[in-house]
């Protein structure tokens, strides 16, 4: 059978499927165990968890609306590039898009760009911290501060990064982290938000106690796909889904139709137990990130993000630049099945559903549609091999020259 690595698989163990099994069958709810131990872990007070992290995303929106009181301050500040939940939680939570571009070479914030928004309207500004890669938090920080808005740290991709020697998700207000199948932990679904603000945390806990748990249907659809993950994440059988169509692994769409509900509590059993190893799960993606790094430092190849001073990255995928759009049509289409993708397809300026809604500053956003057009990423997690990375290596250096 073909070897088919998955982009972003964080595979759940054996003992994890255990935690989960004795959940369901005794009843227990882990769920405060687990909110305490994210607590512990990024030295918080205050920590909710929801059935995803678009959920907990738009939640949070929701609580900062009802916190800052003002009619006027409707727009939440997007990055450019960034997944496409982040727009739809403000959506869905009544509130505008503001799109702000990126610097290209370290994807995060254009700070000039962002220093020139008309912040009386604004309410708050998220961070993307994508792939791992900390965005530059304390100069958004200060500008969030300089104008009294608030930051909100998306750290659904970054979990276990820092910078400034700062967890990342615990810059702002309130940071977000997910628990989704690619995420540095899994739940297999699954968001949290944590603050050490207690006028929020108020407003949060009166809010949350009106939150449904997800309904039957919904767990028994998460249960079979926590089977599914479990079973064939492995790179001698992740080729069964990865060829099933409908399953629509590794694309990006827009959704607004997600519930809000609470995370569901035999999923904590597992996320509990992933928590406890987070530093080993973090040591194998920065191990292979490390070889990427090695291997593509002597070539002329695909071209490089930087790393912004002071940031400790985690690298939940490696990602790079091709030279255009054709390079990049070449390499994926030689190595579809090694776990390499192109990530989200468009900024989220040119997302068509929404595109006649959003408010994009300075009407454009050249930046994040040029990545867009030319990132690859590489899959770091714990099922990639050595002799993996020198492959995709060596045709991400031809595919640049060829
Ligand atoms: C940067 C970012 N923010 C928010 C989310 C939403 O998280 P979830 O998939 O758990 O809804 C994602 C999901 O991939 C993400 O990458």
Redesign the pocket.
């Known amino acids: 059978m073909p070897r088919v690595l998955a982009p972003t698989g964080s595979p759940v163990s054996a003992a994890e499927l255990g935690h989960w099994l004795t959940a369901l069958l005794t009843g227990q709810d882990p769920r405060p165990a687990f909110a305490e131990a994210i607590c512990q872990h990024f030295s918080v007070p205050h920590c909710h968890l929801f059935s ?3 959920a907990a ?1 738009s939640f949070l929106f929701g609580c900062l609306a009802e916190m800052n009181n003002d009619p006027a301050r409707t727009e939440i500040v997007v990055p450019a590039y ?2 496409y ?2 727009a739809s939680s403000a959506l869905m939570a009544g509130l505008h898009v503001r799109v702000c571009d990126i610097d290209p070479d370290t994807l995060s914030y254009d700070l000039e760009q962002l220093r020139s928004i008309d912040f009386s309207r604004v309410l708050a500004v998220t961070t ?1 911290n ?1 792939y791992g890669m900390p965005d530059n938090l304390p100069e958004i920080d200060s500008i969030t501060r300089e104008h009294g808005v608030f930051l909100v740290d ?1 750290a ?2 970054s979990m276990q990064a820092r910078i400034a020697g700062r967890f990342s998700g615990t810059w702002g207000i309130a940071g ?1 982290f ?3 199948k690619g995420k540095n932990i899994t739940a297999i ?1 699954g ?1 949290m938000i944590v603050t050490e603000n207690n006028e929020l945390e108020n407003i949060i806990v009166q809010r949350y106690s009106r939150l449904p748990e997800n309904g039957h249907v919904s767990n028994i659809k998460e249960y079979i796909k926590l089977l599914v993950y479990f079973s064939l994440l492995h790179p001698s059988l992740y080729w069964m889904p990865a060829s099933l169509p409908f399953l629509h692994l590794g694309e990006t769409r827009y959704e607004d139709d997600y519930p809000i509900n609470r995370l569901p509590r035999t999923l904590a059993a597992i996320s509990n137990h992933q928590l406890s190893r987070v530093e080993a799960i973090t040591a194998i993606r920065l191990g292979n990130a490390e070889r990427y790094i090695q291997t593509l430092g002597n070539t002329s190849g695909p071209g490089r993000f930087s790393i912004i001073d002071g940031a400790e990255p985690v690298f939940l995928r490696y990602p790079v630049r091709m030279k255009d759009k054709q390079a990049r049509r070449n390499f994926l289409g030689e190595y579809a099945g090694l776990g390499v993708t192109a990530s989200y397809p468009q900024s989220i300026s040119d997302v068509e559903e929404i595109r006649s809604v959003i408010r994009i500053q300075n009407e454009q956003t050249p930046n994040a549609r040029q990545i867009a057009r030319e990132i690859v990423t590489l899959p770091t997690h714990a099922y990639v091999r050595p002799g993996d990375i020198e492959n995709i290596c060596k045709e991400l250096v031809s595919a640049t020259h060829g």
Do not use: E, I, P, Y
């Open positions: 995803t992290g678009r995303m960034t997944c939940s982040v993307a994508l998306d659904a991709q977000l997910s628990l989704d679904q968001g």
